[in-house]
């Protein structure tokens, strides 16, 4: 038999960082050494969404979902003893992505390196972070211009670098079919590239370098065949596009690039060890097909529906790739399912289907007005409650959660304390005192930086102005501004956004039939509503911190909402003092609390005592998210009335839990459960 030619093996990254920049420094070093062939990026939320770890809105989630990194210092401190002109370093950043990558060039530039050399990418993609992840900051209009701008100048400055990684990824988890999925990306990179386009500092025949540079960010399911297909779709449509909205001849410029990290959303917290099998049918789905491989890929853990993985979690996600790649002969073939009838009906049927709704959503003005009219946002919320309708329904099967729930004890889970990593509370004063020696001494020796006043000063001037923002962010970078300050200097001049929650447009998910579920809940509302001589139950739903994953409060104010509760959701980034603020102007009868990065165990007392000190005792607290067990107990001791997490499936029980709360501590007797 010759020797085949193997292809060689996609770049393989485990997406890391977390506490401090010292100890995500150690993970990445570590990780290096493993065989990991690329860096990739967590920061923390503070740092996402352009806050200082000080701020009211960090309490609680410094160092939790990422690393938070405050200045140049910090960036310095990260990436030390890591040659950055050799390392392709993805950073998963949007609304604070121009800061982030100024800090980087500053650090790669301490370091004497070339920084055309440089290679890596910045997320950048501001529209899904209106529609599923939470983390902008400033209106779409600005948002836009800022990444056209570090378009413009990574082309030219730095010409290895993506600019922008179109990220549908957080789509899917927020519900999207494969086609929304598609065609919302597609109709975020139109809006892009047509901004980039008009901006006029870009010319005509270098439009080829910006489309080559464009990539994108991919979720991949479990239902892998349909998939694959997608990610076909999606490389027949970009092919299309590029040649002709924007007349790219190149073909090489024009291959549709992305990197992938499998779906997250499907991973259970019920018989966790299920979720290896997930990942590896997830990972075939982007690596099988020779012609739609992807160019990166990075697994989630087997136990990051539990809690935050610990390093051999996700040593053990690495090994999965390597095994596929290194020890099976996937690499020697070329395209495996090329001719055939089934998939290649399936990807027309995609494609035509996408095709049709970018063209409703250009129809509309594009992305950024399907954004502001909340027309994107309610579609998904939409998509989103259809999905957990079949779960809860049975016509979705999850195995462990709805179908084959019996399980031997789990050996991986039996000490669970020990199977999450736990970021250790003292982080968070650490960081807020190296952030206050840091701008008490920034103009000292060793640092000696000019005042970042005069800095700041000059980028809220191009700010109103048309100049390039890159330049500006640059001299604040080398000025030592911290990121809170580089993003209050904008918020001053284009200020901030709250994005439409999609909620109150969203069509019934699941219809209250005679003797369903969902008719006996209302049943139950209408009767507590009449017992407490008010028209209607009243029920908010509150997400307190930086924690913009809204999925799971959208699902429960729909279907609260469904039940006949009068709700009262105002969306993401609220204070504790502003979610009390509310229940009390709203005088609600229960106050629900989504939290997903951790940050539970600061903010939900934080809201309870404040009820206590306004005497509203009577208002039960129910809290959701990513809880650890030893969390929930915790939070009950404190007066939670319930705690739910994702193994909890069952919205329309959750919903009638809450009705049962609200008896309790308006001291109702029980309602009877009809028979």
């Known amino acids: 038999m010759t020797e085949r030619q193997k292809d060689r093996p996609w770049l393989m990254r485990t997406y890391a960082g977390h506490s401090t920049a010292e100890a995500s420094n150690e993970l990445y070093r570590r990780n290096l050494a493993k065989g990991q062939t690329g860096l990739s990026v967590a920061f923390d939320l503070p740092t996402q969404t352009g806050y200082d770890p000080d701020h009211v809105l960090a309490r609680g989630e410094v160092g939790r979902v990422g690393v938070p990194v405050s200045h140049l210092g910090d960036m310095r401190r990260l990436f030390q003893d890591i040659p950055l002109e050799q390392m392709n370093t993805s950073m998963t950043i949007n609304a604070t992505a121009m800061w982030l990558l100024a800090l980087y060039q500053v650090v790669a530039e301490e370091q004497g390196a070339d920084i055309t050399k440089l290679q890596g990418t910045t997320q950048n993609d501001i529209v899904k972070e209106y529609l599923s992840r939470g983390t902008h900051v400033f209106p779409p209009g600005p948002s836009l211009r800022l990444t056209t701008d570090m378009i413009a100048y990574t082309v030219s400055r730095i010409p290895k670098w993506?600019?922008?990684?179109?990220?549908?990824?957080h789509l899917q988890e927020a519900g999207a079919t494969p086609v929304q999925e598609i065609a919302y990306a597609m109709?975020?990179?139109?809006?892009?590239?047509?901004?980039?386009?008009?901006?006029?500092?870009?010319?005509?025949?270098?439009?080829?370098?910006?489309?080559?540079?464009?990539?994108?960010?991919?979720?991949?399911?479990?239902?892998?065949?349909?998939?694959?297909?997608?990610?076909?779709?999606?490389?027949r449509i970009w092919d299309t596009l590029t040649r002709e909205r924007y007349g790219i001849e190149n073909p090489k410029h024009r291959r549709f690039r992305y990197g992938v990290q499998v779906n997250s959303l499907g991973l259970t917290e019920a018989q966790p060890e299920n979720n290896v099998q997930r990942i590896v049918l997830e990972m075939l789905a982007v690596t099988l097909s020779k012609d739609a491989r992807a160019r990166a890929v990075q697994l989630p853990a087997w136990n990051e529906a539990l809690g935050l993985p610990r390093p051999w979690d996700q040593q053990w996600s690495l090994r999965i790739q390597q095994v596929l790649a290194y020890e099976s002969d996937l690499l020697e073939y070329e395209d495996i399912f090329e001719?055939?009838?089934?998939?290649?009906?399936?990807?027309?049927?995609?494609?035509?289907?996408?095709?049709?709704?970018?063209?409703?959503?250009?129809?509309?003005?594009?992305?950024?007005?399907?954004?502001?009219?909340?027309?994107?946002?309610?579609?998904l919320v939409s998509s989103h409650a259809a999905r957990r309708a079949r779960i809860e329904s049975g016509d979705e099967k999850i195995i462990g959660v709805n179908a084959f729930e019996s399980t031997e004890p789990n050996p991986l889970t039996a000490d669970l304390d020990t199977a999450i990593q736990t970021v250790d509370p003292a982080v968070e004063a650490r960081v807020i005192a190296s952030l206050q020696n840091w701008r008490d001494t920034r103009y000292q020796p060793p640092f000696n930086h000019p005042r970042p006043c005069k800095a700041l000063e000059k980028l809220k001037e191009a700010a109103r102005g048309t100049d390039n923002l890159v330049e500006a962010t640059l001299e604040c970078a080398r000025a030592g501004v911290t990121t809170g300050e580089w993003a209050g200097a904008l918020r001053e001049v284009f200020g901030e956004f709250r994005a439409p929650t999609g909620v109150s447009s969203a069509p019934v998910a699941v219809p209250a039939e005679q003797g369903s579920a969902l008719s006996e809940v209302r049943r139950k509302v209408e009767l507590t509503a009449k017992d407490l001589g008010v028209g209607k139950l009243r029920f908010l739903v509150g997400k307190p911190g930086l924690d913009g994953h809204s999925n799971g409060a959208e699902q429960i104010a729909v279907r609260a909402r469904d039940a006949g509760f009068e709700v009262v959701y105002q969306g993401i980034r609220l204070t504790p003092e502003q979610i009390v603020d509310a229940a009390l102007a709203e005088d609600v009868h229960a106050v629900g609390l989504s939290i997903l990065s951790g940050s539970h165990a600061q903010l939900v007392p934080d809201v309870l005592e404040r009820l206590r000190m306004a005497g509203a005792t009577d208002i039960p607290v129910i809290a959701g998210g990513i809880i650890p067990s030893g969390d929930a107990e915790q939070l009950r001791a404190a007066g939670v009335a319930a705690v739910f997490t994702p193994k909890d499936f069952d919205i329309t029980g959750i919903i009638g839990r809450i009705v049962d709360e609200i008896r309790t501590a308006n001291k109702l007797d029980p309602l009877e459960v009809p028979a």
């Open 187 to 235: 109709s975020t990179a139109i809006a892009v590239l047509d901004a980039v386009r008009d901006s006029g500092q870009v010319p005509q025949e270098r439009m080829g370098d910006v489309v080559g540079r464009i990539s994108f960010f991919v979720n991949a399911g479990v239902r892998f065949i349909e998939e694959m297909c997608k990610m076909r779709a999606f490389g």
């Open 162 to 169: 993506n600019p922008i990684n179109i990220c549908s990824y």
């Open 339 to 379: 001719g055939s009838k089934v998939i290649e009906a399936k990807v027309e049927e995609l494609v035509a289907e996408a095709t049709a709704e970018i063209e409703r959503i250009q129809e509309m003005g594009g992305a950024m007005a399907a954004v502001e009219s909340g027309y994107l946002k309610s579609q």
